[in-house]
């Protein structure tokens, strides 16, 4: 069974291009925000400053159904699971207000980097935090 | 006497650059999401899809005082007053969490504007709502 | 055999975060830039402006193998093939200066859209344009 | 007598928001890469990693005279002058093609920091450099 995290994104004028809806690299925004919250923006800025760790998108796999419009208020829908030593996965989807099936849905892949970016194991600290959650 | 009015902004990935802090054309994005707010994002859809006028930046003037870092929780404060048929004048600052002055300050003239980018006087439905904040 | 087309992008401030390398979703950003070059700004421009329609991205999947740090000038190579009625598909890689490995990949599909945001077929004048570059 | 630098940007999808034309921060992107090419962006990167040292935006004054559209090629045309031993004044404008006037102006005070973001006076390489710009 799996906890699905919700983060709401307004979509402001920022947001969208000259077509009338978001410029659809903007929504790996949104996914990486919601992450950010699910993880918690402290642990990741503690994890950096104080360990030099960070995490990095290794593969993203995105399909846009349903074009997006300013002022909507959209439901980024977030679930993950550990992969191994290295890897997270992420299932991420973003819905509009009222609306019968997602607008854009994502598999990202996450690894966690050093500041040389190397490759190293994700911290036992983060993996039990993670799965509390 | 006149109403400030405050915004959120939390700073992601997304707004930072190598430097280490918020990458500084982002504040005008931070005081257009705070101006939309006070205004109201769905009125200005509305003023948009139903009568073609919107607003543009007219004039920006930004002091940037001290540096923004990841993961901050910043307060927006937003003030304005009407000026003349066409223009609204904003004063808006940012501060960081505990902060003992602003880090950013700007000055901002906003103008209605069709859709043919010609200048439009402010609604009065706009100006009666405005008055009542 | 396939064309590659190349369009150089160089990697400015707004384009790194505070890990020290450029912000992921950036990269659909440059893919998209190359494609226009590819298409023609102008015959998108016209397309748009006279016959209502655009490129939506339907799918993308991204894989990121390298970073990508401050200015660096690197090569985006692109290539793509005609797929049925209503959509492109594009392979992208962007490479660093003097990389053995593109630094990250890409397969891309758009689809023809009208402003409606309606399905459309390519126009003709559009594959013909593109099966001689 | 001052020079006048011209740095060429092309207005892209992810430059425009759904008003039709270009998003008003963005012209301080297009104005830094401007002044990262009249610096040198190697020389930018060599003072970041070698002496810790980069320039930071003090203050900016915009004014916004014309909207600017998608496929556009604009000028950016940036002159300088040093001004003390930690400031340097820019006046840039950016011109849309054949236009009459510009389409956007501002003046921007940059000042030189550290790491730790403390002042830090103009490196006397960088200074002997700018005076033969």
């Known amino acids: 069974?799996?906890?699905i995290h919700h983060?709401?994104?307004q979509i402001y004028y920022e947001d969208t291009d000259h077509s009338g809806v978001v410029y659809h690299p903007?929504?790996?925004?949104?996914?990486?925000?919601?992450?950010?919250?699910?993880?918690?923006?402290?642990?990741?800025?503690?994890?950096?400053?104080?360990?030099?760790?960070?995490?990095?998108?290794?593969?993203?796999?995105?399909?846009f159904l349903d074009g997006v419009r300013f002022a909507e208020v959209c439901d980024v829908q977030t679930s993950f699971e550990l992969d191994g030593k290295y890897k997270t996965l992420w299932h991420q989807e973003l819905w509009r207000p009222n609306a019968k099936k997602p607008a854009v849905t994502g598999e990202i892949e996450m690894v966690c980097m050093d500041q040389q970016k190397r490759l190293h194991p994700l911290p036992d600290s983060?993996?039990?935090?993670?799965?509390?959650?």
Do not use: C, P
């Open 7 to 9: 983060h709401s994104v």
């Open 126 to 133: 983060f993996i039990e935090a993670m799965l509390k959650l």
């Open 26 to 63: 903007n929504f790996l925004k949104y996914f990486e925000r919601a992450r950010e919250h699910v993880i918690d923006s402290d642990r990741l800025a503690q994890l950096w400053n104080e360990q030099g760790l960070g995490f990095a998108v290794y593969k993203a796999n995105l399909t």
């Open 1 to 3: 069974m799996t906890t």
